[in-house]
Nanobody, 115 residues
Framework: QVQVVESGGGLVQAGGSLRLSCAAS????????MGWYRQAPGKQRELVAA???????HYADSVEGRFTISRDNARNTVYLQMNSLKPEDTAVYYC?????????WGQGTLVTVSS
């Protein structure tokens, strides 16, 4: 059964940095696009960054220039480097395919940014 496990979240002050990791199992990396999503309290889940197998990336306007998505296909891992964090970045972060595969949602990793 294909699974993903997100890690790397935590509590950080505004302006700080965190690096999230998503370890995937199975043949998930045969899928072209992988992405990081987030869900803040009381809000809908949103896609914040995506990357193709060829390395093309796409970012939501709210994180453009601050977040960097990357992938290591040999390790079946996707990363999200988050810099210049803001309190509004506080959310649970998930990785999934793009578009998302319903059965692939993991537990996510909580990022809390204090002001």
């Amino acid at each position: 059964q294909v699974q993903v496990v997100e890690s790397g979240g935590g509590l950080v002050q505004a302006g700080g940095s965190l690096r999230l990791s998503c370890a995937a199992s199975g043949s998930i990396f045969s899928i072209n696009r992988m992405g990081w999503y987030r869900q803040a309290p009381g809000k809908q889940r949103e896609l914040v960054a995506a990357i193709t197998n060829s390395g093309s990336t796409h970012y939501a306007d709210s994180v453009e220039g601050r977040f960097t998505i990357s992938r290591d296909n040999a390790r079946n891992t996707v990363y999200l480097q988050m810099n210049s964090l803001k309190p509004e970045d506080t959310a649970v972060y998930y990785c999934n395919t793009v578009p998302a595969y319903l059965e692939l949602w993991g537990q996510g990793t909580l990022v809390t940014v204090s002001s």
